[in-house]
Every structure is written in structure tokens, then in C-alpha cells.
């Protein structure tokens, strides 16, 4: 069993930076795949990024990608989202989710993740 709960959303102006902090209770979470995925209002759930338990590998949305980095520190039990360069379309409430058994073909769908956060919201103004 893994809980994650997520921190450090908030309001910030275009072209700001936030990093996003998800901390996981639970054995499993070095051996889980780690994600962030978002949501606007009106829009569905998002693919963010994605962190492997091991290499670690990471993946990242082609809207991100450039902007965003995510990361983990499996001794602090927790994964980072690195958020630079932030435009009003990056608004959204953004989760953190964990799986244990994932493949690279289905690492950006969220039905495939077992474990998420509460949300954290954040918010870029113009």
C-alpha cells in the first residue's frame, strides 16, 4: 500500500517556476513507477510525466518536455515535478500516482496507475 500527498502548488505568474513535492508512505514506493498527471477545469485528466523506479527513466508530455523535469529521492520517499517557464495553459490541479507493475506502453494512462494524491492546485496568471 502507498499514500502519496502532494505540495507546493500555488499561484504564480507567467514565466515563473514552482516545484511540486510528492511524499509516499509505504515499502513499495521505491519500487514504483511515479507520475504526475493534470487537470484543468472542463478538460480531462493529463499525462505529465513519468519516473521509473529504476535507471530511473523519466518520460514527459511534448507540452512539457523542455520545461518540466521530474525526479525522485527514494531515501526521502518522495518524487518532484521541477516546473520552469509556466504559461496560464499549464493551470490545473496537478496529481501525483504510483504503480507497481507498469509497462512503457501504458506509462502515460492514468487507469493503469493504483495510487494517487489528493491534488494540488496550481495556478499561472498572465
Known amino acids: 500500500q502507498v499514500q502519496l500527498v502532494e505540495s507546493g502548488g500555488g499561484l504564480v505568474q507567467a514565466g515563473g517556476s514552482l516545484r511540486l513535492s510528492c511524499s509516499a508512505s509505504?515499502?513499495?514506493?521505491?519500487?514504483?513507477?511515479m507520475a504526475w498527471f493534470r487537470q484543468a477545469p472542463g478538460k480531462e485528466r493529463e499525462f505529465v510525466a513519468a519516473i521509473t523506479w529504476s535507471g530511473p527513466r523519466t518520460y514527459y508530455a511534448d507540452s512539457v518536455k523542455g520545461r518540466f523535469t521530474i525526479s525522485r529521492d527514494n531515501a526521502k520517499n518522495t518524487v518532484y515535478l521541477q516546473m520552469n517557464s509556466l504559461g496560464p495553459e499549464d493551470t490545473a490541479v496537478y496529481y501525483c500516482a504510483g504503480e507497481l507493475f507498469i509497462t512503457m506502453a501504458t506509462i502515460t494512462h492514468s487507469h493503469e496507475y493504483h495510487y494517487w494524491g489528493q491534488g494540488t492546485q496550481v495556478t499561472v496568471s498572465s
Open positions: 509505504g515499502r513499495a514506493f521505491s519500487s514504483c513507477t
